[in-house]
């Protein structure tokens, strides 16, 4: 069965927070294990944020339903987030940057026109962050297949980092969190090979490598994808804390992105 664009973020939104229940709970049982083991907590990579980005920066005409364009804003109402929507107004070209922001009662998606076309390849982002805020999501960069409802993530959450998330047909396989890695501007991306592997890459430095044989039962993405860039807010403060309301606005800024 094909989903909505509603129905589908529906279920992404529960599913999120499912996957950040669980996170936490398995960030509380490897720190037990440690201290039972003596082992030493594991470090994170250090990463560094770039200096000028390489890469081609999205162009408009930014319109909603566009799907002759190479990108097209949503436009939809989302009853799950507490009365927030998708607001086309929310994505807008400044120069040659594209601002998603995060307002009072309204959240920014952008997406690839088109179906999923991409079982491999390489997605990039360049992306400056907005500051991070308790309840707020930044995902610069997540590819998803609507029919299957296999994705990968990069997302900010909250204030508590950066979490990598694979999905395979809309079941959490695999998470990682990245606590030291909180905002600024970075260079993200993803190489994808259905069936095969997922590496997440940030800063030049990769994150990490998933395949298979990392994945609960062995399950993982089979389908070709596209790329979604948006921000909104959590109401699982569990996962991402509790979210205040965007105030005057809060605004992520992407300098680049290309496919290849």
Known sequence: ????????????????DRVGDIANAQADIDAIDRELTGQAAPTDPVVTPPKASVLPPIAGPLTPNAWGNSWT???????????????????????TDLKVRLTEKNSAQIQQTGAARSAKGRWEVDVTLAAPTPGMIQA???????????????EWVGDKGLQLNVYAKGVSVWSKTIANVKDGRHHIAVEYEASKSVIFIMDGVELDRVTPAQT????????????????????????AGKWQGAGSGLTMTVHGFKQS
């Open 216 to 239: 609960k039962g062995a399950a993982f993405p089979t389908s070709p994808m596209k790329a979604y860039i948006e921000v909104w807010p959590s109401l699982s403060e569990g996962w």
């Open 1 to 16: 069965m094909v989903l909505s664009e509603s129905q589908a973020r529906a279920l992404r939104l529960k599913r999120a």
């Open 73 to 95: 804003p949503s436009d939809w109402d989302e009853p799950k987030m507490n009365g927030y929507r998708w607001s086309p107004n929310n994505v807008f070209l400044d120069g």
């Open 140 to 154: 610069p960069l997540w590819t998803y297949n609507n029919e299957t409802r296999d994705e990968l993530d990069f």
